[in-house]
């Protein structure tokens, strides 16, 4: 048998999520985050897979919205970053392509085109996040520009995005709340602000647009809440199999570095994933991996292509077992628990040479 680093990936979850959203938000868009090759997921099979469910996607680049494009993708692809040079309007406006406008700069690059279709566009506001985005008093200014330019598509619409929406009830996601209610009070156009966190939060509005990423793939937003609190549920699971299973006596070292000394006789699991695969080396001695459904641990430094892990809690563990790294059965969240990373880290950090299986159902 070959190598079998493998992201299954459900679509019957990917639906699930996408429904618990709506309910979330019963009265916004949704305009499913698929950048940065859909959090890892896959661009294209994602984007295919979830096309008739949701409104529009969203993208950083035009390549990204092209790529989708290409397989026939046919929903509004929203430019959230706008566009990085002045070419780039013209093919946002004959692939609709909505485009976010955050700086000056990329207003002076409309005086000089004339575009064959009205182009959509979002203004983009920073109320707090430091980041992209027209400072509030801007924004009328903006808004001026945007509406004398033939290029434009009459209804413009205006965007913001959250610092801390991951804090349930953190200050700043009401002061930034407040901030973009103030401002977008007679907003003539449709108005977005909640990304994946925002959505999951009581005392904020969702508006006419829901931008979420992280909950789509049924990744719990929201610090310290599961996602099974939430109703999500984990789009991949990334497994792979046991190579190796033996016992080291006791006091010897296990991998790079002999970081990991045996207390006692130990068995021992050599697994065929390593960061070379995206299973980061950051990851603390202790991230929890199930073998047989049983949750065992990693000891020693993830290697490129190998982990080693504990196996005493699973005495009849055998060559060829299913180890799973992440997804059913052991939330992501859990994953990074002891260690500097975050879901997102991970998702985006999977190689193409783990092997995607897209299937209706997880283990039926
Ligand atoms: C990435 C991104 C999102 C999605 O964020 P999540 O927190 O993963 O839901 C929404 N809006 C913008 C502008 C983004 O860049």
């Keep these: 048998m070959s190598r079998q680093a493998l992201a299954i990936l459900s679509v019957q979850n990917l639906l699930h999520n996408i ?11 949704i305009i499913a985050v698929v950048k940065a090759n859909a959090f890892g997921h896959g661009l294209r099979s994602t984007a295919l897979n979830c096309d008739k469910e949701i409104d529009e996607f969203g993208v950083a680049s035009i390549d990204e919205a092209l790529a989708l494009r290409k397989v026939g993708i046919q929903s509004p692809i929203v430019l959230m970053e706008g566009v990085f040079e002045p070419d780039e309007l013209l093919i946002a406006s004959c692939q609709n392509l909505p485009v976010v406008f955050h700086s000056y700069h990329q207003l002076e690059w409309l005086k000089h085109v004339h575009l064959p279709v009205a182009l959509k566009v979002w203004i983009k506001c920073d109320t707090g996040m430091g980041r992209l985005g027209f400072s509030p008093t801007e924004v009328k200014d903006v808004y001026d520009i945007l509406k004398n330019n033939p290029n434009i598509a009459p209804s413009v619409g205006l965007m913001s995005h959250y610092a801390c929406a991951d804090e349930l009830n953190h200050p700043k ?10 401002l977008s009070g007679n907003w003539p156009g449709p108005k977005s602000f909640s990304n994946s966190g925002a959505i999951f939060q009581d005392n904020i509005d969702n508006f006419d ?16 809440i599961t996602s099974d609190s939430l109703g999500l549920k984990p789009v991949m699971t990334l497994q792979t199999r046991l190579i190796a299973v033996k016992n080291l006596p006791k006091k010897s070292t296990v991998g790079y570095g002999a ?21 980061l080396r950051t990851l603390s001695e202790r991230t929890p991996v199930l073998v047989n ?11 490129m292509d190998m982990t080693t892990i504990d196996l005493s809690n699973v005495p009849n563990a055998k060559v060829g077992d299913v180890v799973t790294l992440w997804g059913d059965g052991l939330p992501i969240e859990q994953v990074v628990k002891n260690s500097p990373l975050i879901p997102y880290d991970l998702l985006t950090a999977v190689q193409m040479r783990v092997k995607f299986h897209w299937t209706l159902k997880i283990n039926s």
């Design 293 to 303: 459904e049983k949750q065992c641990s990693i000891i020693g430094r993830i290697s």
């Design 209 to 224: 647009y829901v931008r979420p990423g992280l909950a789509i793939y049924g990744i719990s937003p929201l610090k310290d």
């Design 19 to 29: 429904q618990v959203i709506r309910k979330r938000a019963p009265k916004s868009k």
């Design 259 to 279: 970081t990991f000394t045996c207390q006692e006789s130990t068995t021992i699991g050599v697994v065929a994933i390593g960061y070379g695969d995206g299973y």
């Design 173 to 182: 996601n009401i002061e930034q709340f407040k901030i973009f209610e103030t």
